[in-house]
């Protein structure tokens, strides 16, 4: 199974890169992981509704640049549908199984993703209601999947 994470902005956080790190090695073991980083758009702190979607519509034409017409696209959004470790194992499983090998997660940036890459997108994943940093997405998301193929192969792991 091939797994890419497409996620806007540059990880420069030293204790997330490790943690990242450590979990792609981890998943060497049961797929192929690549994490594309696409540059994120220069913003001030106060952007009007016009200039939000801009900047999500810039991001989101780089991110569509880099997906590739047969992969299985799951974009992360908070209003996406909520699955429990179990589910993504499943989800997982039934990708390998069913010829969507190659799936892509999609992180956007901090004002989202945008309408273009959500039509993009085969499915819609939340991890919460609550908002999280898009750079601590890569690492949970990481984990969680790392966490998948675990389950799917009856091995230990905590819980």
Same mark, same amino acid.
């Given at each position: ?8 902005g ?17 998943l060497?073991?049961?797929a192929?992981?690549?994490i594309?980083?696409v540059?994120?758009e220069?913003a ?10 801009r900047? @999500? ?5 780089r991110?569509l640049?880099?997906?590739?017409p ?14 429990s470790?179990e ?12 010829g969507?090998?190659?799936?892509a997660?999609?992180i ?22 609550m ?18 193929? @675990?389950i799917?192969?009856g091995?230990p792991y905590h819980?």
């Open positions: 199974m091939h797994i890419t994470v497409v996620a806007v540059k990880l420069k956080e030293k204790y997330l890169k490790l943690g990242i790190e450590e979990y792609s090695k981890r060497s073991a049961y192929k992981v690549e594309i980083e540059t994120d220069k001030p702190e106060n952007l009007s509704e016009a200039e939000m979607l900047v @999500k519509e810039k991001e989101g034409e991110i640049a880099v997906l590739k047969d992969q299985h696209v799951i974009a992360l959004a908070i209003e996406g549908e909520m699955w470790s589910k993504l194992a499943q989800k997982l499983d039934y990708w390998a199984t069913y969507q090998s190659s799936v997660f999609v956007g940036g901090s004002l989202g993703l945008s309408a273009a890459v959500m039509k993009r997108a085969n499915e819609s994943l939340s991890f919460s209601r908002t999280f940093p898009h750079q601590l997405m890569r690492l949970i998301l990481l984990e969680q999947v790392y966490r998948g193929f @675990k799917n192969r091995e819980k």
